[in-house]
T-cell receptor, first 111, second 118 residues
Framework: DSGVTQTPKHLITATGQRVTLRCSPR?????VYWYQQSLDQGLQFLIH???????AKGNILERFSAQQFPDLHSELNLSSLELGDSALYFC??????????FGPGTRLTVL | DQQVKQNSPSLSVQEGRISILNCDYT??????FLWYKKYPAEGPTFLIS?????DKNEDGRFTVFLNKSAKHLSLHIVPSQPGDSAVYFC?????????????????FGQGTILTVHP
């Protein structure tokens, strides 16, 4: 158990819908990262938040947005969902720029 | 453009022998390297890391070697155990790129499936 929690574990929705994925980092970690793992792309970095502020963005679609709240939990919002958005979404947290600790992931299926 | 590559999709090893997983990178800005292990339906689990100022780091059965001139790193597992069977990901970051657009980002390889046979 990494200490990072993610909810929900599974999410099934339809195209065009909007969903919110939630992540609680390890106690004491100020950084939260979001990654997407699809079958053909491997683990891809989406976005990094540090203590409530966005610090870096990867190949995150404009339909996707994230935020980190004062209690340090983070939410990833995915809107106007397409079939291709079906993937595993992982959250990770870290205290420094060294190791990142990953949550169990949310499996999103868009039908 | 794949900046971190694991060219072997799979590796099969006998229990008790050495497992060697390889990883190559192209971005010379990378200064920190990590190995993660992943079981199906779980998140990646951190195994071991190495800074670019070192060429070797050891933790129990796991040793990571870094060859900066060749832009190559490897993970050695000795002795291999059936419980080591999983997907292994190599990852890299550019910690020195403070304030850059990739700050904190880990770039992952495609993974190598390790199977350790009893």
């Amino acid at each position: 158990d990494s200490g990072v929690t993610q909810t929900p574990k599974h999410l099934i929705t339809a195209t065009g819908q909007r969903v919110t994925l939630r992540c609680s980092p390890r106690s004491g970690d100020l950084s939260v990262y979001w990654y997407q793992q699809s079958l053909d792309q491997g683990l891809q970095f989406l976005i990094h938040y540090y203590n409530g502020e966005e610090r870096a963005k990867g190949n995150i679609l404009e339909r996707f947005s994230a935020q980190q709240f004062p209690d340090l939990h983070s939410e990833l919002n995915l809107s106007s969902l397409e079939l291709g958005d079906s993937a595993l979404y992982f959250c990770a947290s870290s205290l420094s720029l060294n190791e990142q600790f990953f949550g169990p992931g949310t499996r999103l299926t868009v039908l | 453009d794949q900046q971190v590559k694991q060219n072997s999709p799979s590796l099969s090893v006998q229990e008790g022998r050495i497992s060697i997983l390889n990883c190559d990178y192209t971005n010379s800005m990378f200064d920190y390297f990590l190995w993660y292990k992943k079981y199906p339906a779980e998140g990646p689990t951190f195994l071991i890391s190495i800074s670019s100022i070192k060429d070797k780091n050891e933790d129990g059965r796991f040793t990571v070697f870094l060859n900066k001139s060749a832009k190559h790193l490897s993970l050695h597992i000795v002795p291999s155990q059936p419980g080591d069977s999983a997907v292994y990901f190599c990852a890299a970051s550019a910690r020195g790129n403070a304030g850059g657009t990739s700050y904190g980002k880990l770039t992952f390889g495609q993974g190598t499936i390790l199977t350790v046979h009893p």
